[in-house]
């Protein structure tokens, strides 16, 4: 019997087909997958009469597919923890110790991942940092709240002397039951629809062109061409924004003010035609539930066309200014390595993955909506660095204006919207997307009714966070800026 | 060298002039126009396409408050009862002036959202130190108002200014509708300004609870024990409407 059923990305299953085994033998499959080289993708918890259901999805992706699995775990309230041979569970069975309280036997730092904050609610125990003992080590807490306008979180250095050995990042402070808003307005699609669009006010086409996705498989239609290359061209021109921002930030954090105001200045542009598009600079309002609510006009592609001429040629000449200069690169080449084999192992996604050696897209592993229809070529450094992360951007820039132009010249004539038919009743989809940050997925089960029963979101933060851990480890704890901005990583998107 | 000559003068000077006569063009979505009359019988579309319960009928009224400025509402009149514009000054130092009737316009709107206060301009009128303060944000907000001090926008150039503490700042600027986890941390802030001291709240989250206004997640007793100077309405609010209402609520 197999231990896995296989499947696609958007492609519905009977959840009766996902196979139930024993929590041993579903460790051992874990186990065995993740030798054979298959990557976790979700890993999530539903509570039914009999117990907790527990759902495994890993993907291949050399061979664009995904395996679901599931065991389910009763009374007893406990399995054998996944993560000491597979370290990229160690998250997901956190996650789920803390919604369902199952005890992974054995998991080696077992702790809530949004709960039990520094004492915050008097009804949760406080749990503990991890603490080095040694007459030098010093602590340095940092957050929830940081020095700028950005989203709180708490981070522990465990430091000898200006060298972090251990970083402990807690979040959990922005949870705003976002999953639990899914099932209880899951009768008022177009609420879910906006509340999928919060979920990261950064990656809105990301979240929402995931969470449309899934609704469509699940309604069993395909957006028209058109709508869907929209969609594309609206993903790329967001991942282009990020970036641009990025590295302005990255410039700013090392006192190279000219590339912070550069890049900062042409992102501008870019929101701005994202605006002009669709009504809103961070593409807000402009996916809908079987298409897309604003068509490109003729005058809309020119202008297009245009602002992509001017920041092909701002960003070139741009990253040639800031690339090729020593100082920046004295900050940013050989600070916070990520060597490929840990990247490997905590399941790094998106420019962080790439950038240590990881050829991981799901546009092209597991091509989606538009992305169906064309190739896109993935492209890895593999010094895992500060530097690394920051010139991956500025070739992945390059490479999205360069999609956005064709595609935008090939847009075919059809219809904006299919309204989606009825949800198909006990199924499971799983909906995965490129954002900018990497891995998107949405996982949606339904009920006899075909009503959600269940939505999980995995933001690629979620697999990133510990990269930057890893990240910071032996470098100077001034250099913690320059790592935390290479991989800008969500906390709302984490906290959900 | 020469590419760094070649950057800086293709860079240019990319700073919007005049900010007070700068507009945000269509599509984008801004003040809402009400349309006078009845909505047809029994016809409840804007209800139900609403995701933050912003508006209700028999009359019709809009809470900016509440309001993604989605669009959605607009879309489902059958009668077209609602139609955006793309005016940006969104901001009012009272709650209840954002709640508008039919007839209000954009114009109507911001000659009296913002009263600004004699205090207020001798002692902030040339230099507001604010410290924002995320609370559940999606990072959409955060967005927006970091860009308020970009080379675009220049919100320095009036003095007014993010800073990193607390205690440097004049102000608080509040974003996201106050997760349980970050209200202690949020009134922690609040109590290490200094006084006079002004709250500014943000987005639709901030102050309405938006989308999240019926999670059990949040705990927004900040707001019932604060009293807030000003609203600037969005989802996110523009930059340009944020610094807008800034500079109205100084007097400037």
């Known amino acids: 019997m197999a231990t896995s059923a296989a499947f696609k990305n958007l492609q519905p299953v009977p959840v009766t087909e996902i196979p139930r085994l024993s929590p041993a033998e579903f460790r051992r499959a874990m186990v065995e997958d993740a030798e054979a080289g298959r990557r976790i993708v979700l890993f999530f918890g539903d509570r039914e009469p009999a117990g907790v259901t527990l759902t495994a999805v890993l993907a291949d992706d050399d061979r664009s597919r995904l395996f679901a699995a599931s065991t389910c775990v009763g009374s007893e309230a406990r399995y054998p923890a996944i993560t000491p041979d597979v370290p990229a569970f160690h998250l997901f069975e956190r996650e789920v110790y803390e919604e369902f309280g199952l005890e992974p036997v054995g998991h080696p730092w077992l702790k809530p991942v949004r709960r039990g904050i520094a004492g915050i609610n008097p009804a949760e125990a406080p749990t503990a940092f991890f603490r080095m003992e040694g007459d030098e080590v010093h602590e340095v807490g940092v957050g929830p709240i940081h020095a700028g306008v950005i989203e709180p979180g708490h981070f522990r250095f465990s430091c000898q002397g200006e060298d972090v050995h251990h970083l402990e990042i807690q979040l959990g402070f922005q949870h705003r039951g976002v999953e639990n808003l899914f099932l209880r307005r899951r009768d008022h699609p177009a609420f879910l629809l906006r509340l999928a669009e919060s979920i990261a006010g950064d990656s809105v086409i990301g979240h929402a062109g995931a969470f449309a996705g899934a609704t469509e498989a699940l309604g069993r239609i395909l957006p028209a061409r058109r709508a869907l290359m929209i969609r594309v061209i609206a993903q790329e021109l967001e991942r282009i924004g990020i970036h641009l921002g990025d590295l302005a930030a990255l410039a700013g954090d090392v006192a190279y003010l000219t590339g912070q105001s550069v890049y900062g200045a042409l992102r501008t542009k870019i929101i701005n035609t994202t605006l002009a598009l669709c009504g809103s600079r961070f593409g807000r309002g402009l996916i809908a539930v079987g298409g897309v609510r604003f068509d490109v006009t003729p005058e809309g592609r020119a202008a297009v066309r245009s602002v992509l001429e001017e920041v092909e040629e701002g960003a070139r000449l741009a990253s040639a200014v800031l690339f090729g200069s020593g100082s920046v690169l004295a900050r940013f080449e050989k600070a916070g390595i990520v060597y490929p084999e840990t990247a490997r192992q905590i399941g790094l996604v998106g420019p962080a993955a790439r950038a240590s050696g990881l050829a991981r897209d799901v546009r092209s592993d597991h091509p989606y909506g538009g992305y169906a229809y064309f190739p896109v070529h993935k492209m890895t450094l593999t010094s895992g660095d500060v530097f690394a992360r920051a010139y991956i951007r500025s070739v992945e820039i390059a490479q999205s204006i360069r999609l956005v132009r064709e595609q935008i010249d090939l847009l075919p004539e059809g219809d904006l919207l299919h309204p989606p038919g009825p949800p198909a009743a006990g199924h499971l989809v799983v909906s995965l997307a490129e954002g900018w940050r990497g891995e998107i997925a949405h996982a949606a089960v339904t009920d006899d009714e075909g009503r959600l029963k269940r939505y999980k979101i995995k933001d690629p933060s979620f697999h990133n966070w510990f990269g930057l ?8 704890i001034s250099d913690f800026p320059i790592c935390n901005k290479s991989f800008n990583l969500s906390y709302c998107g984490f906290d959900l | 060298m020469l590419d760094l000559l070649k950057l800086r003068k293709r860079h240019g000077r990319p700073v919007i002039k005049d900010l007070r006569r700068a507009e945000v063009k269509a ?15 029994g016809c409840d579309q804007c209800l139900r396409a609403c995701p933050t319960g912003a508006l209700s009928i028999r009359p019709l009224r809009l809470d900016l408050g509440a309001c993604l400025f989605c669009g959605d509402c607009e879309t489902a009149c059958p009668a077209g009862m609602v139609r955006s514009t793309p005016a940006h000054r969104l901001g009012a130092s009272k709650r209840e002036t954002l709640r508008i009737g039919p007839g209000e316009t954009a114009a109507s709107f911001a000659a009296k959202a913002i009263g600004s206060r004699r205090e207020i301009r001798r002692l902030f009128g040339r230099s507001l130190k604010l410290r924002q303060v995320s609370a559940a944000g999606c990072n959409g907000c955060e967005m927006e108002l970091g860009a308020c001090g970009n080379v675009n926008f220049d919100m320095g150039r009036f003095g007014v200014d993010f800073v990193a503490s607390p205690r440097h700042a004049d102000g608080l600027v509040l974003t996201g509708p106050i997760s349980r986890n970050m209200s202690p941390a949020l009134k922690d802030a609040y109590r290490s300004l200094g006084t006079p001291r002004v709250v500014v709240a943000a987005g639709a989250c901030a102050i309405h609870g938006g989308l999240f206004a019926e999670s059990v997640d949040l705990d927004r007793s900040f707001l019932a024990e604060t009293p807030i100077d000003l609203f600037v309405p ?7 409407t944020f610094i807008r209402a ?7």
Do not use: I, T
């Open chain 1, 469 to 476: 851990a890893m990240a910071v480890r032996k470098n100077g």
């Open chain 2, 27 to 41: 599509p984008f979505r801004g003040f809402p126009l009400l349309r006078e009359g009845a909505c047809p019988d």
């Open chain 2, 234 to 240: 969005g989802c996110p609010p523009h930059p340009l």
């Open chain 2, 246 to 252: 800034v500079l109205d609520f100084l007097g400037r």
